[in-house]
């Protein structure tokens, strides 16, 4: 069982940078692959980014290369999401999620997900 806690949402220009956390409750938290996906109002959840096991291996979606930056740190139990150069169209909410057995993108391989946390981003 993992419980997942998103955090650092909030208001930017477009421009702008922001760095989201997603703190893991578990204390394997090392076993997980964490995985950020987003929706956006009236769109579908897509996938954004995850990092590997170890953290020595990430995956970006083509629409957050050279933007995002995913990292982790299994001794402080968290995952983070570095945002830059935001678009209004970054506009959504962002969910982490965990799963032990694979490095997917679709969402339905993913067991625990976080509450998620509103990122705006102004024109």
């Known amino acids: 069982q993992v419980e997942l806690v998103e955090s650092g949402g909030g208001l930017v220009q477009a421009g702008g940078s922001l760095t989201l956390s997603c703190t893991a409750s578990?204390?394997?938290?090392?076993?997980?692959?964490i995985a950020w996906f987003r929706q956006g109002p009236g769109k579908e959840r897509e996938f954004v980014a995850l990092?590997?096991?170890?953290?020595?291996?990430?995956v970006r979606a083509d629409s957050v290369q050279g933007r995002f930056t995913v990292s982790r740190d299994n001794a402080k139990n968290t995952v983070w999401l570095q945002m830059s150069a935001l678009k209004p169209e970054d506009t959504a909410v962002y969910y982490c999620?965990?799963?032990?057995?694979?490095?997917?993108?679709?969402?339905?391989?993913?067991?625990?997900w976080g509450q998620g946390t509103q990122v705006t981003v102004s024109s």
């Open positions: 999620a965990a799963n032990e057995k694979s490095l997917a993108r679709e969402s339905n391989a993913y067991v625990y």
């Open positions: 578990a204390r394997t938290f090392g076993r997980y692959v």
């Open positions: 990092v590997t096991w170890n953290g020595a291996g990430t």
